[in-house]
Protein backbone atom coordinates (compact mmCIF):
# COMPACT_ATOMS: atom_id res chain seq x y z
CA UNK A 1 0.00 0.00 0.00
CA UNK A 2 1.20 3.68 -1.11
CA UNK A 3 0.22 6.59 0.94
CA UNK A 4 2.15 9.57 2.69
CA UNK A 5 3.17 9.06 6.15
CA UNK A 6 0.43 11.52 7.79
CA UNK A 7 -2.41 9.49 6.03
CA UNK A 8 -0.53 6.62 7.28
CA UNK A 9 -0.57 7.45 10.82
CA UNK A 10 -4.38 8.82 10.19
CA UNK A 11 -5.36 5.10 10.83
CA UNK A 12 -4.39 5.05 14.24
CA UNK A 13 -7.90 6.55 14.73
CA UNK A 14 -9.64 3.67 13.77
CA UNK A 15 -8.66 1.19 16.73
CA UNK A 16 -9.44 3.61 19.29
CA UNK A 17 -12.74 5.06 17.48
CA UNK A 18 -13.48 1.01 17.59
CA UNK A 19 -12.65 0.62 21.38
CA UNK A 20 -14.63 4.02 22.65
CA UNK A 21 -17.89 2.64 20.70
CA UNK A 22 -17.83 -0.54 22.56
CA UNK A 23 -16.95 1.62 25.57
CA UNK A 24 -19.63 4.13 24.85
CA UNK A 25 -22.26 0.80 24.32
CA UNK A 26 -21.72 -1.02 27.49
CA UNK A 27 -21.12 2.02 29.68
CA UNK A 28 -22.11 4.94 28.34
CA UNK A 29 -18.94 6.62 29.14
CA UNK A 30 -15.83 7.41 27.16
CA UNK A 31 -12.66 8.80 29.64
CA UNK A 32 -11.84 12.91 28.64
CA UNK A 33 -8.17 11.57 28.17
CA UNK A 34 -9.26 9.60 24.71
CA UNK A 35 -10.03 12.44 22.66
CA UNK A 36 -6.66 14.42 23.52
CA UNK A 37 -3.92 12.82 22.08
CA UNK A 38 -5.72 12.47 18.75
CA UNK A 39 -6.65 15.68 18.72
CA UNK A 40 -3.03 16.50 19.61
CA UNK A 41 -2.28 14.27 16.18
CA UNK A 42 -4.28 15.90 14.46
CA UNK A 43 -2.87 19.22 14.36
CA UNK A 44 0.18 18.06 14.04
CA UNK A 45 -0.32 15.98 10.98
CA UNK A 46 -2.63 18.81 9.54
CA UNK A 47 0.53 21.19 10.11
CA UNK A 48 2.65 18.33 7.95
CA UNK A 49 0.24 17.99 5.29
CA UNK A 50 0.41 21.83 4.67
CA UNK A 51 3.86 21.53 4.50
CA UNK A 52 3.86 18.82 1.94
CA UNK A 53 1.30 20.89 -0.12
CA UNK A 54 3.19 23.96 0.34
CA UNK A 55 6.67 22.45 -0.74
CA UNK A 56 4.89 20.37 -3.48
CA UNK A 57 7.17 17.33 -1.48
CA UNK A 58 4.23 14.81 -1.13
CA UNK A 59 3.04 11.90 -2.39
CA UNK A 60 -0.51 13.05 -3.44
CA UNK A 61 -0.11 16.96 -4.81
CA UNK A 62 -2.91 18.91 -3.96
CA UNK A 63 -3.57 22.61 -5.17
CA UNK A 64 -2.71 25.14 -1.72
CA UNK A 65 -5.89 27.30 -2.18
CA UNK A 66 -8.16 24.09 -1.99
CA UNK A 67 -5.88 22.37 0.95
CA UNK A 68 -7.12 25.24 2.86
CA UNK A 69 -10.64 25.98 2.02
CA UNK A 70 -11.33 21.49 2.69
CA UNK A 71 -9.01 22.42 6.27
CA UNK A 72 -11.45 25.87 6.82
CA UNK A 73 -14.74 23.79 6.02
CA UNK A 74 -14.08 20.76 7.69
CA UNK A 75 -12.58 22.57 10.92
CA UNK A 76 -14.87 25.88 10.32
CA UNK A 77 -17.89 24.15 9.90
CA UNK A 78 -17.92 20.63 12.18
CA UNK A 79 -16.58 21.90 15.27
CA UNK A 80 -18.77 24.56 15.97
CA UNK A 81 -21.83 21.39 14.75
CA UNK A 82 -20.63 18.80 17.02
CA UNK A 83 -20.47 21.78 19.84
CA UNK A 84 -23.70 23.26 19.18
CA UNK A 85 -25.50 19.59 18.99
CA UNK A 86 -24.11 18.92 22.51
CA UNK A 87 -25.01 22.20 23.95
CA UNK A 88 -28.88 21.35 23.06
CA UNK A 89 -28.49 17.79 23.66
CA UNK A 90 -28.30 16.21 20.40
CA UNK A 91 -25.21 14.55 20.74
CA UNK A 92 -23.64 13.14 23.81
CA UNK A 93 -19.81 14.53 25.29
CA UNK A 94 -18.13 11.38 23.46
CA UNK A 95 -20.45 11.77 20.51
CA UNK A 96 -19.02 15.57 20.15
CA UNK A 97 -15.51 15.34 20.92
CA UNK A 98 -15.00 12.19 18.72
CA UNK A 99 -16.55 14.45 15.46
CA UNK A 100 -14.52 17.09 16.69
CA UNK A 101 -11.48 14.74 16.48
CA UNK A 102 -12.81 13.40 12.86
CA UNK A 103 -12.74 16.91 11.62
CA UNK A 104 -9.21 17.52 12.46
CA UNK A 105 -7.76 14.47 11.55
CA UNK A 106 -9.82 14.02 8.50
CA UNK A 107 -10.35 17.39 6.50
CA UNK A 108 -9.46 16.42 3.49
CA UNK A 109 -9.65 12.95 1.63
CA UNK A 110 -6.76 10.23 2.33
CA UNK A 111 -5.60 8.57 0.27
CA UNK A 112 -3.68 4.42 -0.17
CA UNK A 113 -3.04 2.75 -3.31
CA UNK A 114 -3.20 -0.73 -3.45
CA UNK A 115 -1.87 -3.15 -5.96
CA UNK A 116 -4.91 -1.79 -8.86
CA UNK A 117 -7.18 0.05 -6.74
CA UNK A 118 -7.43 3.24 -4.78
CA UNK A 119 -9.20 3.87 -1.26
CA UNK A 120 -11.64 5.66 -0.57
CA UNK A 121 -13.04 4.51 -3.90
CA UNK A 122 -15.71 7.31 -4.31
CA UNK A 123 -14.36 10.59 -3.65
CA UNK A 124 -16.78 13.41 -4.46
CA UNK A 125 -15.62 17.00 -5.55
CA UNK A 126 -15.90 19.21 -2.40
CA UNK A 127 -13.51 16.54 -0.78
CA UNK A 128 -13.81 17.46 2.76
CA UNK A 129 -13.59 13.51 4.02
CA UNK A 130 -15.18 14.34 8.02
CA UNK A 131 -18.18 15.58 5.86
CA UNK A 132 -18.01 12.35 3.87
CA UNK A 133 -17.58 10.27 7.51
CA UNK A 134 -20.70 12.46 8.97
CA UNK A 135 -23.21 11.37 6.25
CA UNK A 136 -22.18 7.81 6.14
CA UNK A 137 -22.76 7.48 9.68
CA UNK A 138 -25.91 8.90 9.35
CA UNK A 139 -26.52 6.12 6.72
CA UNK A 140 -25.57 3.71 9.06
CA UNK A 141 -27.50 4.80 11.90
CA UNK A 142 -30.94 4.83 9.76
CA UNK A 143 -30.18 0.73 9.15
CA UNK A 144 -30.31 0.20 13.06
CA UNK A 145 -34.34 0.77 12.94
CA UNK A 146 -34.21 -1.94 10.64
CA UNK A 147 -32.17 -4.03 12.10
CA UNK A 148 -34.06 -4.03 15.21
CA UNK A 149 -37.56 -4.50 13.67
CA UNK A 150 -36.38 -7.48 12.16
CA UNK A 151 -34.92 -9.11 15.02
CA UNK A 152 -38.01 -8.19 17.44
CA UNK A 153 -40.41 -9.58 14.50
CA UNK A 154 -38.23 -12.65 14.56
CA UNK A 155 -38.75 -13.18 17.73
CA UNK A 156 -42.05 -12.62 17.94
CA UNK A 157 -42.37 -9.33 19.64
CA UNK A 158 -44.71 -7.10 17.53
CA UNK A 159 -45.63 -3.85 18.64
CA UNK A 160 -45.55 -0.16 18.15
CA UNK A 161 -42.15 0.29 19.73
CA UNK A 162 -40.61 -2.74 17.46
CA UNK A 163 -38.52 0.01 14.98
CA UNK A 164 -37.16 1.74 17.95
CA UNK A 165 -37.24 -0.67 21.34
CA UNK A 166 -37.08 -4.13 22.52
CA UNK A 167 -39.11 -5.69 25.26
CA UNK A 168 -37.00 -7.01 28.17
CA UNK A 169 -38.42 -8.40 31.41
CA UNK A 170 -38.95 -4.97 34.27
CA UNK A 171 -36.43 -6.62 36.93
CA UNK A 172 -33.80 -5.70 34.31
CA UNK A 173 -34.22 -2.09 33.55
CA UNK A 174 -31.89 -1.05 36.18
CA UNK A 175 -29.09 -3.56 33.97
CA UNK A 176 -30.12 -1.67 30.68
CA UNK A 177 -29.38 1.57 29.12
CA UNK A 178 -31.80 3.76 27.38
CA UNK A 179 -35.31 4.90 28.31
CA UNK A 180 -38.97 2.99 28.85
CA UNK A 181 -40.85 3.22 25.80
CA UNK A 182 -44.09 3.34 28.04
CA UNK A 183 -46.36 5.07 30.73
CA UNK A 184 -49.47 3.93 32.59
CA UNK A 185 -51.45 5.43 29.29
CA UNK A 186 -49.02 3.68 26.64
CA UNK A 187 -46.66 3.93 24.23
CA UNK A 188 -44.01 7.23 24.39
CA UNK A 189 -40.97 8.16 22.43
CA UNK A 190 -40.05 10.00 25.98
CA UNK A 191 -40.16 7.90 28.80
CA UNK A 192 -38.04 7.15 31.77
CA UNK A 193 -34.54 7.47 31.34
CA UNK A 194 -32.89 4.61 32.46
CA UNK A 195 -29.88 6.33 34.39
CA UNK A 196 -31.83 8.48 35.95
CA UNK A 197 -33.78 5.56 37.37
CA UNK A 198 -30.40 4.04 38.51
CA UNK A 199 -29.95 7.83 40.06
CA UNK A 200 -33.12 7.45 42.01
CA UNK A 201 -32.51 4.09 43.29
CA UNK A 202 -29.67 4.81 44.65
CA UNK A 203 -30.49 7.82 46.55
CA UNK A 204 -33.17 5.83 48.12
CA UNK A 205 -30.38 3.05 49.09
CA UNK A 206 -33.34 0.56 47.31
CA UNK A 207 -32.93 -2.12 44.47
CA UNK A 208 -35.56 -2.41 41.93
CA UNK A 209 -36.88 -6.09 43.45
CA UNK A 210 -37.52 -4.68 46.38
CA UNK A 211 -39.45 -1.67 44.82
CA UNK A 212 -41.49 -4.30 42.66
CA UNK A 213 -42.35 -6.68 45.69
CA UNK A 214 -44.25 -3.37 47.61
CA UNK A 215 -44.88 -0.89 45.39
CA UNK A 216 -47.84 0.63 47.55
CA UNK A 217 -44.87 0.94 50.91
CA UNK A 218 -42.32 2.58 48.60
CA UNK A 219 -44.93 4.89 46.86
CA UNK A 220 -45.68 6.48 49.83
CA UNK A 221 -43.02 9.56 50.50
CA UNK A 222 -43.12 9.23 54.08
CA UNK A 223 -40.97 5.60 53.57
CA UNK A 224 -38.17 7.73 52.18
CA UNK A 225 -35.16 7.15 54.58
CA UNK A 226 -31.88 9.57 54.83
CA UNK A 227 -31.11 10.29 51.07
CA UNK A 228 -27.80 8.66 49.82
CA UNK A 229 -25.46 9.86 47.41
CA UNK A 230 -27.55 9.44 43.57
CA UNK A 231 -24.43 8.48 41.61
CA UNK A 232 -24.49 9.21 37.95
CA UNK A 233 -26.36 6.55 36.85
CA UNK A 234 -23.95 4.27 35.26
CA UNK A 235 -24.80 0.08 35.75
CA UNK A 236 -21.79 -0.92 38.40
CA UNK A 237 -23.11 -0.58 41.94
CA UNK A 238 -23.47 -2.82 44.64
CA UNK A 239 -27.71 -3.31 44.94
CA UNK A 240 -27.56 -4.31 48.24
CA UNK A 241 -29.46 -1.32 50.30
CA UNK A 242 -32.83 -2.03 51.88
CA UNK A 243 -35.14 0.74 53.55
CA UNK A 244 -37.47 0.12 56.22
CA UNK A 245 -41.21 1.22 54.76
CA UNK A 246 -43.71 3.30 56.60
CA UNK A 247 -47.30 2.41 55.75
CA UNK A 248 -50.04 5.08 55.59
CA UNK A 249 -53.82 4.79 55.58
CA UNK A 250 -53.77 4.66 51.28
CA UNK A 251 -55.28 7.76 49.20
CA UNK A 252 -53.51 9.89 47.25
CA UNK A 253 -50.05 11.67 47.89
CA UNK A 254 -48.99 15.04 47.31
CA UNK A 255 -45.25 13.34 46.04
CA UNK A 256 -45.70 10.10 45.22
CA UNK A 257 -42.60 7.71 44.90
CA UNK A 258 -40.85 11.12 46.65
CA UNK A 259 -40.38 11.75 43.19
CA UNK A 260 -40.44 15.54 43.85
CA UNK A 261 -38.37 15.27 46.54
CA UNK A 262 -35.20 13.49 44.45
CA UNK A 263 -34.97 15.98 42.27
CA UNK A 264 -34.58 18.74 44.78
CA UNK A 265 -32.15 17.04 46.45
CA UNK A 266 -29.65 16.91 43.52
CA UNK A 267 -27.11 19.41 42.85
CA UNK A 268 -27.82 18.95 38.96
CA UNK A 269 -30.22 17.19 36.76
CA UNK A 270 -31.22 13.57 35.60
CA UNK A 271 -31.03 13.56 31.92
CA UNK A 272 -33.70 15.87 32.15
CA UNK A 273 -35.99 13.69 34.12
CA UNK A 274 -39.38 15.09 35.74
CA UNK A 275 -41.23 14.26 38.46
CA UNK A 276 -44.24 13.15 36.78
CA UNK A 277 -41.33 11.35 34.17
CA UNK A 278 -39.96 9.26 37.32
CA UNK A 279 -43.62 9.09 38.60
CA UNK A 280 -44.84 7.15 35.63
CA UNK A 281 -42.04 5.20 34.90
CA UNK A 282 -41.96 3.39 38.44
CA UNK A 283 -45.72 2.97 38.16
CA UNK A 284 -44.65 0.87 34.78
CA UNK A 285 -41.68 -1.10 36.70
CA UNK A 286 -43.97 -1.88 39.60
CA UNK A 287 -46.90 -3.26 37.95
CA UNK A 288 -45.62 -4.53 34.45
CA UNK A 289 -43.54 -7.97 33.89
CA UNK A 290 -41.97 -7.29 30.99
CA UNK A 291 -41.79 -3.46 29.32
CA UNK A 292 -40.13 -1.85 26.03
CA UNK A 293 -37.32 0.46 26.27
CA UNK A 294 -35.28 1.74 23.91
CA UNK A 295 -31.32 1.00 23.87
CA UNK A 296 -30.37 4.48 23.00
CA UNK A 297 -27.49 3.11 20.74
CA UNK A 298 -24.96 6.70 21.29
CA UNK A 299 -23.80 8.39 18.08
CA UNK A 300 -20.27 7.15 18.69
CA UNK A 301 -21.50 3.86 17.16
CA UNK A 302 -22.58 4.22 13.81
CA UNK A 303 -19.68 7.22 13.88
CA UNK A 304 -17.19 4.43 13.53
CA UNK A 305 -19.50 2.58 11.07
CA UNK A 306 -19.53 5.23 9.10
CA UNK A 307 -15.32 5.78 9.34
CA UNK A 308 -14.92 2.19 8.04
CA UNK A 309 -17.06 2.69 5.40
CA UNK A 310 -15.73 6.25 4.50
CA UNK A 311 -11.91 4.63 3.99
CA UNK A 312 -13.29 1.79 2.22
CA UNK A 313 -15.56 3.41 -0.10
CA UNK A 314 -15.80 7.14 0.09
CA UNK A 315 -19.07 8.86 -0.23
CA UNK A 316 -21.83 6.25 -0.08
CA UNK A 317 -24.73 9.68 -0.29
CA UNK A 318 -22.56 10.99 -3.75
CA UNK A 319 -22.41 7.13 -5.07
CA UNK A 320 -26.51 6.19 -4.46
CA UNK A 321 -27.46 10.34 -5.66
CA UNK A 322 -25.73 9.24 -8.73
CA UNK A 323 -27.94 5.56 -8.88
CA UNK A 324 -31.10 7.39 -9.18
CA UNK A 325 -29.66 10.01 -11.76
CA UNK A 326 -28.76 13.22 -9.23
CA UNK A 327 -24.92 14.04 -9.83
CA UNK A 328 -22.05 11.52 -11.41
CA UNK A 329 -19.63 9.51 -9.27
Known amino acids: MNATLPDLLRLLVVPVLGWAAWRDIRTRRVPNRTWLPLI ?57 KALIVLAVLFPTYPTYLFDGFVLPAIQP ?22 VLAGRNALGGHVAKAMVIGRP ?29 LRMYLQWRDLSLSSLRENPGEYRDPASLPATQNPGDGSIPRADNGTVTPVLTDGGEYDDPWGAAAFL ?28 WITPGIPFLVPMFGGLLVSLVAGDVLVWLLAVVGIGTV
Open 40 to 96: ALGVVLLVWDAWLVWTDSGLFVSDPGLFAIRVAFSIGLLVPFAYGFWWFGGFGGADA
Open 125 to 146: TLGVFSLTILSNAVLVGLAYPL
Open 168 to 196: IRAERAVDEYGRLLETPEGFTRRGLDLDA
Open 264 to 291: DDLDHGAYGTTAPDLREGLDVLSENETV
